[in-house]
């Protein structure tokens, strides 16, 4: 028996690229997943600049419809925009109100802020988007800045990154990255120069390198295992 396959119709959803990376490795919660994927189903199938999902549509979305309360769905969305998927505002009337969330990208944003600045939206109520990094202890990691900053993240790129995260200071990796991008060498061939020339020469500001092969033998020699899993020729 042939297994069931698509149907020749099957429509496709797009999913941002981070979803599928570092947000991904971060829920560990079925019911924020859910409700995460649900909410994209839906606001790509809105039409116009603003489109969103609220917890009512998503409470009686036949997909989750009976498993999760408007309630849940609610505070399961305000954890995926504090995680960064989306952003939140609050429209309509005091009568009226609704809390509509829509995906955390900059077009986005400003169709639901013009949304709130044409006062459709409660005296008090402002657009919610993910603290920036400035306001928050825990910074994007290094995946997250390169994708933000030079691009998509192939497999040879992630490796590469892993490999510079053991051998460098997160803070030359960030600095490396920023200089490259306003150089406009948005590729990770360009960062990756910056970073051993650091790594051998010392920083720019002239002081000499607190993390290179010579000045730190041992704990090169421990990434090195770590990285490689055993003595070169071991």
């Known amino acids: 028996m042939r297994p069931t396959t698509f149907p020749r119709a099957t429509t496709f959803t ?23 994927l649900r909410a994209l189903w839906h606001m790509h199938r809105k ?32 954890r995926a925009t504090q995680r960064g998927v989306f952003a939140r505002g609050v429209v309509g009337r005091v009568d009226t109100a609704a809390t509509l969330f829509v995906l955390n990208t900059e077009a986005d944003r400003r169709a639901l802020e013009s949304a709130i600045d044409r006062g459709l939206n409660l005296p008090e109520a402002t657009v919610e988007a993910p ?19 030079v691009g998509m993240i192939t497999p040879l790129i992630a490796e590469e990154l892993k ?18 991008v306003n150089l406009n060498k948005r590729n990770w061939r360009y960062i990756a120069a910056i970073l051993k020339r650091w790594d051998t ?17 041992e704990r090169y020699l421990k990434e090195y295992v770590q990285r490689r899993g055993g003595l070169p020729g071991a």
């Open 47 to 78: 039409k116009g600049s603003l489109r969103y999902v609220t917890p009512a549509e998503l409470a009686a979305d036949s997909v989750l419809q009976g498993t999760l309360d408007e309630d849940i769905i609610l505070q399961t969305m305000i």
């Open 131 to 149: 603290p920036t990094p400035e306001a928050t202890v825990q910074k994007p990691n290094v995946f997250t800045l390169y994708e933000e900053n």
């Open 163 to 180: 490999d510079a995260e053991m051998e460098y200071p997160r803070e030359w990796i960030e600095e490396a990255i920023k200089t490259a």
């Open 14 to 36: 797009p999913i941002p690229d981070p979803l599928l990376g570092p947000i991904l490795e971060s829920i560990d919660d079925l019911a924020e997943l859910k409700c995460i």
């Open 201 to 217: 020469e010392g920083k720019t500001d002239g002081e000499p390198g607190r993390h290179t092969k010579a000045t730190d033998p």
